[in-house]
Structures are given as structure tokens and as C-alpha cells.
């Protein structure tokens, strides 16, 4: 094919193949010509199978494979000419398609592929998907000296490689630096709290269902290769549980891997082929581990295990997946000095779950860049692969904060002696790192769909250019005595008597105080000037060692030794009085005046003229001092705002290192910008991949725009990972031996040293002369060693501990023999440990095994006092308290923490953590107290003593810790109580109201007030503590992090109350440690700590009621309204008060934004409002935002019971549960939850939850959560944390201390910005009545009791009704008169209308009343809504006669009769024997809204209730909106509708018999006498029949007797004869 990137073959090659195979290779070579330019390997064991590798009679396949990718790799040519591996350059990927046919192949070579064939394979191939390969850089050592800066770059294909064009250009690598020593051998990069983060997206075909398969069967292998390793090292005793445990993992894994693997659509053969081999071995591999163990033995369980292993390590491999490896380089300038090559499978994070991730996915991880004789680097790693449109998961596998910037640096040089950038010779006044031409600051665009969060800021060079002294506890100063003289003259002082010395290894730097063993003088460098030995001060901290004494080990005059004097290093200790003149001196000719001398010698000659000697002097750093961990913090702390010109950093030409402190001969000089920048909108998508991709169009631009003079690009973003804190651990090596050493060829033996490297610090052993089995026998601690990131990944991944073993004979660097990893044990808790065990590790050599080496590792996570900042400090004498520092003294030991730069930006310590070794007495009582000393510094250094004492002394018995509370980062399981499975069906069996219930139903229903709250609320409950929070005991008073301690102020006069002027939170845990050294020390607090930084937090404060109040008003009672202060910040109104009550319900949230811990108190007030101010306080309770919000009890917003989507109780928290429950693993220690696909079980804290466990069907309130959210939401629970709850908190007033003045009930919810937007509030508002209007219609009256008797004797009564609800009189209506009703019935047709207001919640109705004439506001009342209606006799004369009563109570109204017959006081009973009582049912108009029939009217009489009339009505429930749509009129007035009522027929107003006789006898004579009037007609009807008969009788026998035959007829007979 002619030169191409993309070349097209289509061609087919036939080779013959007898099976089984004789070798396993397939080798496929690109070629140039005759030049191999990439290889690719293919396994014939990893594309066919011969059937014997799985049980069960399976049957094999043939090789195949594809249609699909195969990467290839060859050798790059800029890498370095070093041992390593060749084949690392990716070169192309070649579509590959292998098939196997029985037969002759027609004895053809070659063919080409047909174009059927070709569209078959396009069809076939994957779905191409955009990826996003991320890398955060944790930590790079071991690096050996280079005199160029260093960087790293990932790499994937093409895509990331900056020697490529094919792609577009990204973020790919890390920005360069310069290493610093370690102090003994090695050189690390300086990254400490700030780690560089890349980032690289490419798109390939998706692997994702070969990735899954291959990551699950990796799964399966991993574990089981643990569990074998630990059954073939097992104890007899131990194999039973061993086996147990490899069994049930093993059945466990096979289960979580097959569902996923059945679901996979194979797309080849090969798919198809591995898919049914895999499925059958998990199957067989299943059934095997749920069978048990063997019959023999458990001993017979291993080699049946190594066998499972031999057959899932021969299924492991996935040919077919077609993305190449991810390459890690290590670049020097345009050298490629070291790779990487790790597999992309195993760095993929799966949208199936944890399981069929990579093993590498989004952990921290060790690589080792270099060849086994020459290491590069060891690099510590977190890397992560996945798909870009499902890259929002991403911040969850780091352990920090992602920040982008855009960087410049502004150059400067010297010019006249002024500092000036314009016009500078070989560079540009802007540039990037490298030196290269770069824009201006105000020239600097944001990417598309990005903008800035900020200002530019400078990066102060402290964090460029680490101050050495970091990490180390010994310090060997030197400084160079020089003298001149004339020929022929005597030796005097030179022009710069004093100087340091420039070592070899960097251009223009100083190594300084650290000199490298084996690394010899550079004698033809001048070094810079500094200050005569006699002004060296020593730095505070530190003390000196050994003082001053001239070195004479080297080439130097030795004079001094053949005298007697002392005072030279070297020689036996001589001090420093007696020192002669020719001691120690090195003589040199100078070629120029100020040139250095070409070459120094030891002995003086007449044509020397210049000499100089070298003064040592060692200074250690003192135990009390801080240690490493807040040195390093100290110095991370010096990058706080400086101002812009003194953060520069001097160089004396460019392209010469940098460094912070100016020097004589400095010319150029640089300062960093940088400035933030952040996406413009959120994305489902990762911002870091948002960042890249929104640069290709800019990049497109940025190429075909014209390039001229003073044509510059805008540089890559700077992508950096932040972390708070560190955590301290403590390294402990053991080396015992080294056994069969092999030495070079040209010697027998060797004199051995082990050189040991963990992270950035590096010890060795001593030299053991003439020895292949040397035996050191030592132990090598590596104190507070600081690692970032979470400590559980230190547990889960634990840095690598290198031993290299040298020859040291002949000095110098010695040679190398061999190099070990080794891993160490982590103790997190030191409880816990076990002491380690020496264990054989081989040595790798050049040619291989180079020997054994019997050691030991551990790694233990140390702990320190807690010492979080100072809150409410006020100085004296009127002066601000500036930059505070704390003293902590105990046992006459003194802890110095370092002071707060800036109390009122942040007033916690820069380093929170500290350890102090007391020697206490055994006896409690002789125990000496802790105490605080906290001094302010002012002006010219003056360190006022503000606090020397505290009254928060405690003894040091008192604080002895345990080291087993759970919350302490220890691993604690928590029992669950699962409800009663019975107890959970009859609550879901209750009836739902219409309505969902509001928070105030969870209130009253908390309260036992079950008449105001829905039924559906009583699972959705709420707790209600009787007192403040901090002082319910499970919660420890919210100070389970840290202890508030109050400071009070010296000098105050004996018997007086100590004046409080702030407060110190803190923490103070003393250890027992024992006497044995062998002992191990108790556990450690400590583990995860908070950002110390303030926070911006969203307070919610809710208010709802307060109850016995102190009045504050004449008439006993008081008008509270609410104030609530933050800060400076003060909500609530004046007129907003709640009138003339002492148990006011406020129903109040108030909202407000704040930082935390400058803004930590909140303070809530009730005030009574007065006509005029000012108001009179009630009381006062002040809240600790800081406390609640540090926590672990989760006390800044309580968990609610259920978990709701919508609606009144909707979760308002910032993580849903299941992201709560991450986050309670993460604060306790735990392994993250585990939940199954469906969301139903989840394992956690060592134990399995099922959602049926907590529920025993589908949930019947309104608005459920997934069921994964609801199972979360239990888990919870079951770890006893804060609920949804009220408290209730005493009010105090200054003018009455310690007298209550009331208590008030609320809660408080905090949000922290930075956790995102919180859900909404709460809605507490008090219940508002609904306006209702009540129609009632008088229709008719039966059987009213008459009151009155007629001329006639008979007895009427002249009926009317009046009607009124309870409470509401002055609404009272009535009825036109029915006069002279007989018998009590009554006709009205009259309407009633009543309108009220009513709570629907509570039931009653809400009655506003003042109760004087002259009160200023109004009353509540709330009675149960009641219809009253009377019957009365009219009279004329006298008083209206009372004849019954009515009360119907709307909300429990019983049911009416519709006949008049049946409307009785008594439920009446059927005649038939199988009726039943017919009770009387009762109902809810509120619900019904409309009901007619006959009510009875009673009077109470003699105790009891006697019925005396009935009423018809017809009673209608409208709510203000239907009233408005539906009017009436009262009574029959307009408009007389719904329904329209007639005038009522009714009998004329007076009887008269001329009248109306009729009607008059009607109503006289039938209506009263009408069943004695029928009987009667009855019987004369009778007696008249029965007379007839008796009368006509005789006649009728008689004729009868006479012609029997008359009146019959006969046939024929109707003629005479």
C-alpha cells in the first residue's frame, strides 16, 4: 500500500493448521518497507478451545475471531536509550477477521474480500461511543537527578500523545516541575495538597459487554487466587473457616456474575463461543461451592480450588475488545524517560454496578515506571474510564475537588537596575511554564460554554518551589571560609569571606543543606554569598547538635592533623577553641580577579592565591516542635494573599531553575496568574471532559488563523485536585535478612545496604562488609508519613514499600543487586493490630531472581490531639486580636500550635491534628490539669499573654479515650430492630384520608392529639424531644467531634465571676501506653476530619410554638413576636406578634445564608410587642450552628421517617438517602453500600437488609421513593441518627439569670453550599380556616309537642324555628310563624344560610372575637362546628314557649330518617327474628356535603332526653367558591334558588265554621276522633248487613221449601208442552 494513516487491504491469507496446535502464537507485523513499524500477538488458547479446560464434557471451538480491532505497538523513537520495554508506542489498530474451515483450502494463499463480505463485517461491528479517561496524580518518588523539569502524560491511542497531530490536542499532561531530594537518596515531585489532574477523550467502538465479562471473571479470579493463597498457608485448626469462607465467596461472586453475563447479545462467533463457556463454568463453579466441601477433607478442598482457578484464569482473556492499552509517560523536556502500560478493562467503570467495573476503576494504585535495573519513578495513581455521557458519576470516585485555571506567567528582567518587562532578550513578557512565547492576562478567553469564578490571583512560589526543610528532622548546615592573598603576601579575608557551594546535579541551584551519600564537590563552581557562620541563627524549633567544626575527611591540607589541636571534623571529636590556621584547606589559583578557581589542592603552594574551608555544623529539630505533618502544613499555609510583588521567583539567567529567595547575580525573575474558571451551565457530563471538547472549535481557529510575529496560543487549562488535609501514618519496617545474594561476576562477595523508599522520604540500613546473607537486623520507622486522601483507600491500596539492595563497595551510589516490592499492612486501628510476621520476598535482579529478603512492614495510622480553632476572642486594651496561637500544657510538657494568619477569615489552626508524649502519674488524684495558654502577636514582634488559664482544666484521667466509640472512624456494626411483619400490616391496612395530612398532623400526632391530625400520618411521625438537642443523651451534646471550652480572662480579682472572652474547640484524648515496647499502642481518633475552611450554609430556622411564657402585660398575658439573629444578619417583624397569649403558635421559617464558623451562634429572641417601643425581651436561646453541622449524628437536618417524592412531607435534605448512607460509610469507616439491582436488599455494616424486612408491601401513602431511596432511608434509621424532630428550648433573659422565662419548640436545618441547592422548606404555617357557607332548609314539623289550647278544647301551638351554629349567636335566624298548627305539623319551607370559617385539619371552626369593647385585637376561639336549632310557641302576651331542640354536629351527623314514622330517639327493633337492629350511622357533611330527612327535637327533662317533634331539613355544605357560583337568598327572599321553595300550603289564619265548616269539622272532630269515627261506621255497616240477612231469610226458605226446582234451567226446556 502507498504511505498511509489509513490504509485499506481487503485481502485474504489461508494458512494451513493441524489441531491441536504445536505452538500457541499468532504474530502479526505492520511493515515499512523492510521496517517493522507495530506487532500484535494473538493467543490460539485465548480464540478456540479444545474442550478440556471445563468440566462437565463441554465441547470446543475452533480459532476465531472477529470481525474486530487488534491494536498493535512498536517502539517510539524519542524515548531514552535506557532497559525498558521497546513495544510501547501504540501504532494503529488493523480490522481482523480469523475463521477456521475443515478441508483443503483449494491450495490458494492469498484472495480478496469480496464486497458482501465487507458490508457484512461493517454491520457487525460495535457502536463507536465517546470516552473520557481521567488521572489524578497522588504522588511521584523515587525519581532519580535530571537537570530538566519533569512531567507526566496519559495517553490512550493517539488520543493524549502530544507527539501525535492525528488528534486533536488535550489536557493530557501534568504541568512540569522541578523534584526535590528526599533527604537520602531519591528526588519526589512536590505536589502535597494540590495534585494535577488530566484528562483525555476519545471515542472507539463500545467494549462495554466484553469489559464486563472480562471484569467479572477477573472478580471471581482475584478472590479466589486470596482465598487459595490463604487455605495453602492455613493452620490445620484454621482450614474449616477458611474453606467456609472461599465457598461461600466464591458462590456468592458466581451468583452476582451470571445474571449479567445471560443478558449479554454476543455480536461474533468468538462472543458467542466465550459467553456459553463462561456461563457453564459460573454454573458448574456455583453448584460446586453450594455442594459443601469434599467428603475426604477441607485439606482436600486446595487442590480442587487451584484447579476452579486454572480453568477461570484460562476464560479471563478478552481478545476481541479493540481499544488499545492506557499508556502513562515520563517526560524530561522532549525525552520519553519512562512508561506505563496498563489495560483499559481494567481502569472501565461499567453501568452494570461495582462488580463489572475494573479493578483499577476510580482507586488509588502504585505503578513503577522503569526497568527492573533502572526505576525511574514509582508513581501513585488514581485513574478512571467511561463513557463521557455518564461521566456525572466521576467526582464520586475522587477524593477531592476538581479546580480548572487558566495560567500565565508574567516575566521581569532587571535591565539599568530596574525590574522591567518589555523588550526582554530570549523571552516574552508573558509565558507558560515552559518559557515559551504565551498571552497576556487580559487577553485570556474562557472555552465556549465556560467562565471565570474570579479575579486573577498570583500563586505564591512557595508551592512552586518547596522550601527543603520540609520533612526532615535533621539539618546539616555548611559555609565556606575563603581567603586571598597576594603573591607573595599573607592570607587574608576575601571579598565575599563567607559562601555556600553549588553541588553537582542542577544548573544555577543550590542543593544547599543536604548532601547526597556518595555525591562529591563540584570544585570548579563558585557558590553564593551568605552571612559569617558566627550570624547563622538557629531557625526556632530547632537546636544544634554539633556546633561549628571545620571538615578535614576530604582532600584537604591535613596540617591540622599532625598538631595536637582540636576542633576539626573527623578526628575524634575536638572542639572549636584551639583551632590553627592551616587547617582544613583547600588552595586554588584564580585565573581572573572574582573568577572561580579552575581546581582546588590539598596542599599549599608559593603561586596559590586563594584557599577557602568548609564549616559543618548539625541542628535537629526539638521533640516538643512540630512534627512533619504540621511543618508541611505551615508551609502549605505560607500560599495565603500577598501581596503581588513579593511572590516572585529569581533566576539568574533564563532557562535556569528558579527559587523563591532572591541572591546576588538574580536577573530574571517570574510570577504565576492563575485564574478560576467553571462551567456556565450544569451537565450530566463530567466539566472536565466539557472542558476539552469546547476547545477543538477554538483549536480549529487558533490553526487556520495566520501566523505572524507575535503570534502566541492560548495555553491548556490547569486541571488540580484539592485536598484538606492529610492523614498521618507511621511506616514500620523490619529487616531481618537478606539470604543468596548474587554478586557481579568480578566478585565473590559483596558489602550489601538495603536501601528502603516509601512515598517521599527514604532510609537505609548499615553497610555489612564481605557478606551474601547479610543480616541488619533493624528496625526502620518512617514517622508521621503524610498521605492524602481517604484512609480507607490507604487501607484498600496501600503505597508500595521499595527495598533495594546495593553493593556499596567502592562508594558512590554502589551497585545495584536487587529490588523488592513490598506491601504493607494497614492498621487503621491500632486496637487491632497483630504484630507482624517476617515473610521471605524474592529479589528481582537484572537476570531475574537475585535473592531473598526475610522482612516485615506495617503501616499504622497514627492519631493527634484536636486542636479546631478559636471562636469570640476579644483582645485587651482595646486592641483586635490579630494572629492568635494556642500553648497547650500539660505535665510540663508544652504544645505549640501555629497561630491563625487571619481570625476573621478563618479562626481555625492551620493544622488541626497535633501528638504530645506525656510521662502522668498512675494515681487520678496526682494527675496535672491540661491547660490553654493562647497569645496574640502585634506590631514588631510583641506577643501579648491573653488567656494564661482557663476553667476548663481537665484532669488528664478525665480524658482518657477508649478508642471504640463508632463514630470515631472505628468499624462498628449497629443491631437493627426489624418491626413486627403484623404490626406493619395493620398500619398500612388504615384508611388514607382525601387529603394528604400537612406537618401539622405529624405535630398534634406526635403531641397525642390524634383529633387534628390525619390517620394517614401516624407512620410519617415526628419525634418530639422536652429539651434542647444538645442535651438529649444518645447525642452526646452534638459535641462528639469537638468540645467547646470557654476562655476567661487573667488578672480578675479573687471570688469574682471570671470574665469569658472567647471560646477554644477542641478535643483532648489521652492514651495509656504500655511500658513493652512490643506492646502495641492503643487506637487513634481522628481519622476523618472536616474542611476546616468556612462554609457557606443555608440556615433554616422554624419556630412553631412557645408555652409559659413569662407575661409582660397587666392582664397576665404578653404579645410575643420572634427575632432571629445571625451574624449581623436579625430577621422578624414588630407586626408580626401573636396577641394576648402566654402559648403562642408562630408557624414561622425564617431563611438566611451564613458562614460557618464565623457566623455560628444563632440566637432566637421573643419580644412582646408594646404600643409604643421599646419592646420588653421575654427570653433568648442561642444555638451552636458549628456543633451541629460537625456532627456525625447527621444533627444539621433530621431524617424523616418516610421517604416522599411530592407533597407536604417531600425530602428537603441535599443527598437523597442512598448518597447520605455513602456518606455515613465514608464518616464511619464501613465499605460502601452494596444494593442490588432492583434496589430491594442492600448490604452494609456487615449485614443484609431486605426492603421486606421494613415493609411488607407496596407503600400506600402518597408520593414513595424508589424502593433503593426507601431501603436506604431504613438503614439508616437503624443507625440511631438525628430523626425529623422538634425541640424544645428554655428561654433565658440577662435581667433574670437562670430564672426560665419560657420554652419554645423548633428545630433548625443547615445546608452547606457546597453540597448543592437543598430541597424545599417546610411549610409550617399555622392552619388557615376555609370559608364555608351552611344552607339550611326548614321544610316541615310532625308530632311537635302543642303549647297552647284553642276555645274549642283542642291544643295548637303557633310554631316558628330559629337556628345558629355554636359560637356564632349573633348570627341567629328564624323562621316565619306557622300559626295555629293542630296536631304539630308544621310547614315552613324556609332557608337558613350560615357562613363560617373552618379548619379541615383540627375539625373545628375558627371563631376571631375581641373580648372588650375597648381590647385593641382580636381573640381566637376554635369550637367544634355545631347547626342548633330550636322549636317555639309564639304567643302575644307572654313569652314564647320553648317546645324542643336540635344540636347537629356537622363533622359527626347522624344519619336522617325519611319517613316521620321512623325517626326515633331509639334505634328500633325489626319484628321478624332474623332482622337486626337498626342502628343510627353517623357521617361527615364535609364529606357528604348534601343530606335530607327527619331529625328528632328533644327536651331535657328529669336527666333525660324525651322526644317532642321532628323536623324535615335539608341541609347543603358549600365552600366560598361554590356559594359565589350557587347564591340564595335567607328564607324565600331573592334569589330564590337551588332549590327554589314555594310559599308553604298551609290552612287559613282563622277557622270560622261560616267559613270553612268543612275544614273546621276536619281539623275539630277527624283528626282527633277519626279512629273511633271509622270503627264506628265500621260496625253499623256490619249490623245493617246482618239485619238484611235475618230479614230476607224465612222468605228465601220458604220458597225454596215450596218449588225446590225455581231457577234452574234444563236444556230444551224453553217452551211449554
Known amino acids: 500500500m502507498p504511505p498511509s494513516a489509513k490504509p485499506t487491504w481487503n485481502e485474504m491469507f489461508f494458512f494451513p493448521l493441524r489441531l491441536p496446535p504445536l505452538c500457541d502464537d499468532i504474530e502479526l507485523d505492520i511493515l515499512s518497507r523492510s521496517k517493522v513499524l507495530g506487532t500484535a500477538t494473538l493467543h490460539l488458547s485465548h480464540i478456540s478451545s479444545a474442550g478440556a479446560e471445563l468440566e462437565g464434557g463441554v465441547p470446543g471451538f475452533s480459532p476465531c475471531f472477529g470481525p474486530s480491532f487488534l491494536p498493535f505497538y512498536g517502539a517510539r523513537r524519542d524515548a531514552a536509550a535506557v532497559p525498558s520495554d521497546t513495544a510501547v508506542a501504540y501504532r494503529g489498530r488493523v480490522l481482523l477477521e480469523i475463521s477456521t474451515h475443515m478441508g483443503d483450502s483449494n491450495r490458494h494463499q492469498q484472495d480478496t474480500i469480496t464486497p458482501e463480505d465487507i458490508t457484512r463485517v461493517q454491520r457487525l461491528l460495535p457502536r463507536r461511543h465517546r470516552l473520557g479517561l481521567c488521572a489524578v496524580f497522588y504522588s511521584a518518588t523515587m525519581l532519580s537527578p535530571v537537570s530538566e523539569p519533569l512531567r507526566f502524560e496519559l495517553s490512550i491511542g493517539n488520543h493524549g500523545d502530544t507527539g501525535d497531530t492525528s488528534c486533536h490536542p488535550a489536557a493530557s499532561a501534568t504541568p512540569q516541575g522541578h523534584p526535590i531530594y528526599d533527604g537520602n537518596r531519591y528526588y519526589y515531585m512536590p505536589w502535597h495538597d494540590t495534585k494535577p489532574v488530566v484528562a483525555v477523550t476519545c471515542t472507539w467502538e463500545d467494549a462495554e459487554q466484553r469489559w464486563d465479562a472480562q471484569n467479572l471473571l477477573h472478580l471471581v479470579g482475584e478472590r479466589l487466587e486470596r482465598n487459595v493463597a490463604m487455605l495453602r498457608n492455613a493452620k490445620m485448626d484454621a482450614c474449616e473457616d477458611i474453606g467456609r469462607k472461599l465457598l461461600r465467596e466464591l458462590a456468592r461472586d458466581c451468583r452476582t456474575a451470571l445474571p449479567m453475563l445471560q443478558a449479554q447479545h454476543p455480536s461474533t462467533r468468538l462472543d458467542m463461543e466465550l459467553r456459553a463457556a463462561r456461563l457453564l463454568l459460573l454454573q458448574n463453579l456455583a453448584s460446586a461451592a453450594a455442594a459443601g466441601p469434599p467428603r475426604q477433607a477441607w485439606a482436600a478442598l486446595l487442590p480442587e480450588a487451584e484447579a476452579w482457578l486454572g480453568r477461570v484464569a484460562a476464560l479471563q482473556a478478552e481478545p476481541q475488545a479493540g481499544i488499545p492499552d492506557v499508556l502513562l509517560w515520563l517526560r524530561s523536556g522532549t525525552r520519553r524517560l519512562a512508561c506505563a502500560r496498563v489495560p483499559a478493562h481494567r481502569l472501565a467503570c461499567s453501568s452494570h454496578g461495582p462488580a463489572a467495573c475494573g479493578r483499577l476503576c476510580g482507586r488509588t494504585h502504585t505503578l513503577m515506571l522503569g526497568a527492573p535495573g533502572h526505576l525511574h519513578v514509582q508513581l501513585r495513581v488514581r485513574l478512571w474510564l467511561g463513557r463521557v455521557a455518564e461521566s456525572q458519576e466521576l467526582p464520586r470516585y475522587l477524593e477531592g475537588p476538581l479546580h480548572v485555571y487558566a495560567e500565565t506567567y508574567e516575566n521581569q528582567m532587571k535591565i539599568l537596575g530596574k525590574w522591567s518587562g518589555r523588550a526582554l532578550p530570549r523571552c516574552s513578557g508573558f509565558s507558560d511554564i515552559t518559557g515559551r512565547v504565551g498571552l497576556p492576562r487580559e487577553r485570556f478567553r474562557p472555552p465556549t460554554g465556560w467562565s471565570w469564578d474570579g479575579p486573577w490571583t498570583v500563586e505564591p512560589p512557595r508551592r512552586l518551589m518547596p522550601d527543603p526543610e520540609v520533612g526532615t528532622d535533621e539539618v546539616l548546615e555548611e559555609v565556606y571560609e575563603n581567603q586571598s592573598r597576594q603573591h607573595g603576601g599573607e592570607w587574608e579575608p576575601a571579598a565575599v569571606p563567607s559562601t555556600d557551594v553549588v553541588r553537582r546535579g542542577w544548573h544555577g541551584d543550590a542543593v544547599g543543606w543536604h548532601e547526597q551519600p556518595g555525591a562529591q564537590l563540584c570544585p570548579l563552581q563558585a557558590g553564593m554569598a551568605v552571612p559569617p557562620k558566627e550570624e547563622v541563627a538557629c531557625p526556632q524549633g530547632w537546636h544544634v547538635t554539633a556546633d561549628w567544626q571545620v571538615e578535614v575527611t576530604g582532600a584537604v591540607d591535613e596540617a591540622g592533623e599532625q598538631c595536637p589541636q582540636e576542633g576539626m571534623l573527623g578526628r575524634g571529636g575536638r572542639g572549636d577553641s584551639d583551632i590553627v590556621d592551616d587547617a582544613g584547606w583547600e588552595y586554588a589559583v584564580s585565573t581572573a580577579a572574582g573568577s572561580p578557581s579552575p581546581a582546588w589542592h590539598p596542599k599549599e603552594e608559593t603561586y596559590h592565591t586563594q584557599r577557602r574551608r568548609r564549616w559543618l555544623r548539625t541542628r535537629r529539630r526539638d521533640s516538643g516542635a512540630q512534627g512533619q505533618e504540621q511543618d508541611t502544613g505551615v508551609f502549605l499555609q505560607r500560599d495565603s494573599p500577598k501581596a503581588p510583588d513579593k511572590v516572585w521567583e529569581y533566576a539568574p539567567l533564563w532557562g535556569s531553575r528558579f527559587h523563591p529567595q532572591r541572591r546576588v547575580g538574580d536577573v530574571c525573575r517570574r510570577r504565576c496568574w492563575r485564574r478560576p474558571m467553571v462551567p456556565e451551565q450544569s451537565s450530566s457530563v463530567a466539566a472536565i471532559f466539557l472542558l476539552e471538547s469546547t476547545t477543538d472549535a477554538e483549536d480549529k481557529q487558533m490553526a487556520a488563523a495566520p501566523k505572524g510575529r507575535g503570534h502566541s496560543e492560548q495555553p491548556k487549562p490547569v486541571i488540580l485536585c484539592t485536598f484538606q488535609r492529610p492523614s498521618c501514618f507511621q511506616l514500620r519496617c523490619y529487616l531481618f535478612q537478606a539470604l543468596e545474594l548474587k554478586p557481579h561476576s568480578t566478585k565473590a562477595t559483596a558489602d550489601p545496604v538495603a536501601h528502603v523508599s516509601f512515598m517521599h522520604v527514604s532510609q537505609s540500613t548499615r553497610v555489612l562488609p564481605g557478606t551474601l546473607d547479610p543480616v541488619w537486623d533493624q528496625t526502620l520507622l518512617f514517622h508521621r508519613v503524610l498521605l492524602y486522601g481517604d484512609p480507607r483507600g490507604v487501607r484498600e491500596e496501600p503505597p508500595a514499600v521499595v527495598v533495594e539492595v546495593f553493593d556499596q563497595d567502592g562508594g558512590g551510589a554502589g551497585r545495584f543487586l536487587g529490588r523488592s516490592m513490598c506491601i504493607p499492612k494497614v492498621w487503621l486501628d491500632v486496637g487491632r493490630r497483630q504484630p507482624p510476621q517476617l515473610q521471605r520476598i524474592p529479589l528481582e535482579g537484572l537476570g531475574g531472581l537475585a535473592g531473598e529478603l526475610l522482612a516485615a512492614f506495617e503501616l499504622l495510622h ?455 441547592p437543598p430541597g424545599p422548606p417546610v411549610d409550617i404555617t399555622p392552619r388557615k380556616p376555609q370559608r364555608y357557607e351552611l344552607r339550611c332548609v326548614v321544610w316541615n314539623t310532625r308530632d311537635v309537642e302543642p303549647g297552647d289550647i284553642s276555645a274549642t278544647g283542642q291544643k295548637m301551638s303557633d310554631i316558628y324555628i330559629t337556628g345558629w351554629l355554636d359560637g356564632l349567636e349573633e348570627q341567629k335566624q328564624r323562621t316565619d310563624v306557622h300559626y295555629r298548627v293542630l296536631q304539630g305539623d308544621g310547614s315552613f319551607n324556609w332557608r337558613f344560610i350560615f357562613p363560617f370559617q373552618y379548619l379541615v385539619a383540627e375539625k373545628c371552626c375558627v371563631l376571631p372575637r375581641k373580648e372588650h369593647f375597648w381590647s385593641l385585637d382580636e381573640t381566637v376561639v376554635k369550637l367544634p362546628p355545631k347547626l342548633i336549632l330550636q322549636v317555639w310557641d309564639n304567643d302575644k302576651f307572654s313569652a314564647d314557649d320553648f317546645l324542643g331542640v336540635l344540636e347537629l354536629e356537622l363533622t359527626h351527623l347522624p344519619r336522617p330518617a325519611q319517613r316521620p314514622q321512623d325517626c326515633t330517639l331509639k334505634p328500633r327493633v325489626s319484628p321478624w327474628p332474623w332482622g337486626k337492629t337498626r342502628g343510627t350511622s353517623h357521617f361527615s357533611l364535609f364529606r357528604q356535603k348534601h343530606a335530607r330527612g327527619w331529625w328528632p327535637c328533644t327536651v331535657h327533662e328529669g336527666g333525660a332526653q324525651r322526644l317532642t317533634g321532628k323536623l324535615e331539613l335539608s341541609l347543603e355544605l358549600l365552600n366560598e367558591k361554590e356559594a359565589k357560583e350557587r347564591p340564595a337568598g335567607k328564607g324565600r327572599e331573592e334569589p330564590n334558588a337551588y332549590p327554589t321553595l314555594q310559599p308553604p300550603m298551609r290552612p287559613d289564619s282563622s277557622f270560622l265554621w261560616l267559613r270553612a265548616p268543612l275544614r273546621a269539622l276536619h281539623y275539630a272532630v277527624w283528626r282527633r276522633h277519626r279512629c273511633r269515627i271509622t270503627i264506628t261506621m265500621t260496625l253499623l255497616l256490619l249490623l245493617l248487613l246482618f239485619f238484611t240477612f235475618i230479614y230476607s231469610a224465612p222468605g228465601y226458605m220458604a220458597m225454596k221449601l215450596v218449588n225446590p226446582l225455581q231457577g234452574l234451567h234444563f236444556f230444551g226446556a224453553g217452551s211449554k208442552p
Open 862 to 1316: 497514627e492519631a493527634e490531639v484536636l486542636a479546631w480553632g478559636l471562636r469570640g476572642l476579644r483582645g485587651r486594651s482595646l486592641l483586635p486580636v490579630r494572629a492568635p496561637s494556642l500553648e497547650v500544657q500539660c505535665g510540663g510538657q508544652v504544645l505549640h500550635i501555629p497561630p491563625i494568619t487571619n481570625l476573621a477569615v478563618n479562626p481555625n489552626f492551620p493544622i488541626n491534628t497535633f501528638l504530645l508524649t506525656l510521662h502522668l502519674p498512675v494515681e487520678e488524684e496526682y494527675m496535672p490539669p491540661i491547660r490553654l495558654r493562647v497569645l496574640d502577636t502585634q506590631g514588631f514582634g510583641y506577643r501579648p499573654q491573653m488567656l494564661p488559664r482557663i476553667t476548663a482544666e481537665k484532669k488528664a484521667a478525665d480524658k482518657v479515650g477508649t478508642g471504640t466509640r463508632g463514630h470515631r472512624g472505628a468499624t462498628r456494626t449497629t443491631g437493627v430492630i426489624l418491626p413486627h411483619p403484623a404490626a406493619l400490616q395493620d398500619v398500612e391496612k388504615e384508611e388514607e384520608d382525601e387529603e394528604e395530612g400537612d406537618w401539622w398532623s405529624k405535630f398534634y400526632m406526635a403531641m397525642g392529639d390524634t383529633t387534628k391530625s390525619h390517620r394517614g400520618t401516624r407512620r410519617d411521625s415526628l419525634k418530639v424531644y422536652s429539651c434542647e438537642l444538645e442535651a438529649v443523651p444518645e447525642f452526646e451534646g452534638l459535641q462528639d467531634f469537638c468540645q467547646t471550652f470557654p476562655l476567661y480572662q487573667p488578672g480578675g480579682h479573687q471570688g469574682d465571676d471570671p470574665l469569658t472572652v472567647g471560646e477554644f474547640k477542641g478535643l483532648f484524648h489521652l492514651y495509656p501506653l504500655p511500658e513493652d515496647p512490643g506492646v502495641p499502642p492503643p487506637p487513634r481518633h481522628f481519622q476523618e476530619l472536616p474542611p476546616s475552611q468556612p462554609q457557606q450554609c443555608l440556615v433554616r430556622v422554624y419556630i412553631v410554638r412557645a408555652f409559659d411564657l413569662s407575661p409582660r402585660d397587666r392582664n397576665g398575658l404578653c404579645d410575643p413576636y420572634i427575632r432571629v439573629s445571625l451574624g449581623m444578619k436579625t430577621l422578624g417583624q414588630r407586626d408580626q406578634y401573636v396577641p394576648n397569649t402566654v402559648e403562642p403558635v408562630f408557624g414561622r421559617m425564617f431563611e438566611m445564608t451564613g458562614t460557618i464558623p464565623l457566623e455560628k451562634d444563632l440566637r432566637v429572641s421573643l419580644l412582646d410587642h408594646d404600643l409604643l417601643p421599646p419592646d420588653q425581651e421575654i427570653g433568648s436561646t442561642t444555638i451552636d450552628l458549628e456543633n451541629r453541622l460537625l456532627s456525625r449524628f447527621r444533627a444539621h437536618c433530621g431524617l424523616p421517617r418516610l421517604y416522599h417524592t411530592a407533597g407536604p412531607g417531600r425530602w428537603r435534605d441535599q443527598l437523597s438517602p442512598s448518597q447520605a448512607l455513602e456518606h455515613l460509610a465514608r464518616t464511619r469507616g464501613l465499605p460502601p453500600p452494596e444494593f442490588s439491582t432492583e434496589g430491594t436488599a442492600i448490604t452494609f455494616g456487615g449485614s443484609t437488609f431486605q426492603l421486606s424486612h421494613f415493609e411488607s408491601g407496596p407503600p400506600t401513602y402518597c408520593h414513595p421513593g424508589a424502593p433503593r431511596e426507601r431501603l436506604a432511608l431504613h438503614v439508616l434509621h437503624s443507625w440511631h441518627l438525628i430523626p425529623e424532630h422538634l425541640e424544645t428550648r428554655t428561654l433565658y433573659n440577662s435581667a433574670q439569670p437562670g430564672l426560665e422565662q419560657g420554652k419554645v419548640q423548633m428545630w433548625v436545618d443547615i445546608f452547606p453550599a457546597s453540597l448543592g
